[in-house]
């Protein structure tokens, strides 16, 4: 089947096409640019030209404390938040996928975080983990101390990696059902024949089967961790307290726009380019080659 | 070795109804072929037995025991699947000794009983590979170690041969036919392909919308097919049905074109009446036909006449014999090879076709009544 559109103007289908190619340019590729542009400048204090430092800003980035601090907690979050998500996404799809009773409507309801914007889950998150109001509260009162992120900054970690794996969960779990309903039915039939009860197939069979989903759903997920987060921070914690929550994408934001130091934001959002990148290279070089079966 | 008995089974999904009420018995130990037309329960007959389906009513007994709450694993049966089913991320020797590993059996000699498995069905060579490196017959012979290696009472074939190439399924009807004479459990497959039935059956059945429509051993089902339908289905090319009326003595079929052919039997005259004759049953006689076309098979010719009065006949002839197009022929029919049927109803009449049910050594289960019969 080829279906090939033909138009008898060269210009047609670039004019078609430009609209795309100009947001991609303006909100892509233009920053991208100035961001190169900044991380090897350096702006003059009351304006009037930048100056070429080379990798001076680099070597200021990677030479300071707090920068390999939110490193160490981008990585962190990054990990568990992928790990809980995906765990979780995986459960609720096998269970959706075994066609339990209503499985119809829990597969709608589970699709639907992923619409909500992160400010929102943010706030809704900053109430429900709130020390001082809500069930923390009453816990509160019964053990003090025991639980308040915005003194602890282990809580409030916790608090931000439980707020990004609701969110991712609901994509996960559209991408592990879609994987379970494409393995053939005859597969699970035939191992229920050979003697493998439904946690044994789903062991056997069905994981080992999902494995191209999972490894892609690794990638995705720690990618977002890195670069998504910042919607998340901004409205439960502002990397607090003591920047325990000071993500990297979080630091770029503060230190560029809140400690005016552009150039040195410029320099850390080009590091965490580079990571996403390389993240990206990994899924396409070698998940997406060795993960297929046939 | 194990019977399977439906008794009074029934499978409906919401108001369709899959199985009528059916009452059958495979014999043990013997190699029962369920032959149909795409859509006539067959399969859902053998997922029923496999424990893939649940059963809506009635029972099913294997060896005796009522099975109808019984998992899937727990009947004792083995399945080979249309389109094999092989876990595509094991290996062959992963996938024939993944029943085995399921079952807890010790590592050593889970690999005894594959090698064995694999030694019988020739695919020692390829115990490293996975499914995916393998042809569609190596593959089919996987499906049927995995199936072998746990020894079961039952074999269930869901149509295994259809997938494969003409040459090749030949083969494998073979080697099919040598398992289960070596392993002597009771075998039941489901085809929509005649052949395949006829040459693999001890036991015959053919089903259609439903319902089993004749049951027997597959020379007996041939020689007196109960049924318009069974008549048209089994044999390739078809049986001759030629329609007609009984004449006005009750003694004679004039056939659609003037032909009045003789009655073993007296009939209420008017009855319209269906004449049924094999083509190879077609002699020569003193009906006058004309050669329409000619198929060369080879070893022999199948010559499409026409008869007076417009009314096709396939019939054989020798190689040697062969008749020009627009040829005059004179055929005849050895009345006791001719097969009559009620148009109305399409059951038969006369002769000892009834439901198969002719007591020279059929099995058991072709002496029970005839489901079709009593409707």
Redesign the interface.
């Known amino acids: 089947m080829q279906r090939r559109a033909t138009f008898r103007s060269p210009w047609l289908p670039w004019m078609l096409v430009l609209p795309q190619l100009l947001i991609i340019f303006v909100f892509f590729y233009w920053p991208t640019g100035e961001a190169f542009q900044w991380a090897f400048t350096l702006e003059q204090p009351w304006g009037g030209g930048r100056e070429w430092v080379g990798w001076q800003n680099f070597a200021e980035v990677f030479s300071s404390q707090h920068y390999w601090s939110s490193v160490r907690i981008s990585i962190l979050y990054a990990v568990a938040t992928s790990a809980l998500a995906i765990g979780i996404g995986l459960l609720l799809a096998l269970f959706v996928d075994r066609e339990v009773a209503g499985s119809r409507g829990w597969r709608l309801a589970l699709i639907w975080p992923y619409a909500i914007a992160a400010p929102a889950i943010g706030m809704i998150f900053r109430f429900v983990f709130d020390a001082r109001a809500g069930v923390f509260s009453l816990f509160n009162a019964m053990m003090p101390g025991l639980w308040d992120p915005s003194l602890n900054g282990t809580h409030a970690l916790l608090m931000l990696i439980l707020a990004g794996a609701w969110q991712l969960v609901a994509y996960n779990f559209v991408f592990f059902l879609a994987g379970l309903q494409s393995i053939?039915r005859?597969?699970n039939?035939?191992?229920?024949?050979?003697?493998?009860?439904p946690l044994?197939r789903m062991r056997?069979?069905q994981m080992?089967?999902l494995?191209p989903t999972f490894f892609f759903l690794v990638i995705i997920n720690l990618t977002d961790s890195f670069t998504n987060s910042f919607g998340l921070v901004d409205i439960m914690t502002a990397g607090g307290p003591a920047r325990a929550t000071d993500l990297m994408v979080y630091k770029i934001y503060s230190d560029g726009f809140k400690g005016l130091d552009y150039s040195g934001a410029a320099a850390q959002s080009i590091v965490l380019m580079g990571l996403v990148v390389a993240l990206t290279f990994i899924q396409f070089r070698f998940v997406e080659r060795k993960m297929h079966?046939? | 070795m194990a019977a399977i008995e439906f008794i009074a089974a029934r499978k409906s999904y919401g108001a369709s109804i899959a199985i009528h009420e059916l009452d059958l018995v495979l014999p043990p130990g013997a190699f029962t072929v369920i032959l149909g037309p795409s859509g006539c329960g067959k399969s859902t007959l053998l997922r029923m037995i496999?424990?893939?389906e649940g059963i809506s009513g009635g029972e099913l007994r294997i060896g005796g025991a009522r099975m109808n709450e019984r998992?899937?694993?727990d009947r004792g049966?083995?399945?080979v699947?249309?389109?094999y089913?092989?876990?595509?991320?094991m290996t062959v020797a992963e996938n024939i000794g993944?029943?085995l590993k399921?079952?807890g059996v010790r590592r050593a000699e889970r690999q005894a009983r594959v090698a064995e498995a694999a030694a019988a069905l020739g695919l020692d060579a390829l115990l490293d590979r996975?499914p995916?490196q393998l042809s569609g017959g190596q593959r089919q012979r996987v499906a049927m170690g995995?199936a072998m290696v746990?020894r079961p009472r039952v074999f269930l074939y869901d149509e295994p041969l259809s997938n494969l190439d003409a040459k090749l399924r030949v083969q494998m009807r073979l080697e099919l036919r040598r398992l289960h004479e070596q392993l002597g459990a009771t075998s039941v497959l489901v085809t929509h392909d005649q052949q395949e039935a006829m040459t693999l059956a001890d036991h015959l059945v053919v089903m259609r919308g439903g319902r089993v429509e004749q049951e027997g051993r597959p020379r007996e089902v041939y020689a007196a097919p109960a049924s318009l339908f069974v008549a048209g289905f089994l044999g390739t090319p078809a049986m001759n049905l030629l329609p007609g009326a009984v004449t006005p003595d009750g003694a004679g079929l004039r056939l659609e074109g003037g032909v009045v052919v003789p009655l073993p039997l007296r009939l209420p005259a008017g009855q319209a009446v269906t004449l049924g004759i094999r083509p190879e049953h077609v002699g020569e006689g003193d009906l006058e036909a004309e050669v329409a076309l000619v198929e060369d098979l080879g070893a022999s010719l199948l010559v499409h006449a026409r008869l007076a009065g417009g009314a096709a006949m396939a019939l054989h002839r020798p190689a040697e014999l062969a008749p020009a197009r627009g040829a005059a022929l004179r055929l005849g029919f050895d009345t006791a090879r001719l097969h009559f049927f009620d148009s109305g109803s399409g059951q038969r009449i006369g002769g000892e076709g009834g439901r198969g049910a002719s007591p020279a050594g059929a099995g058991e289960a072709a002496r029970r009544p005839a489901l079709l019969a009593t409707t």
């Open positions: 053939p005859g597969l039939e035939a191992a229920a024949m050979d003697g493998a009860g044994r056997d069979i080992p089967l494995a079966y046939r | 496999a424990g893939l998992e899937p694993k049966c083995a399945m699947f249309q389109n089913a092989l876990y595509p991320h993944y029943p399921v079952g996975r995916g995995r746990r």
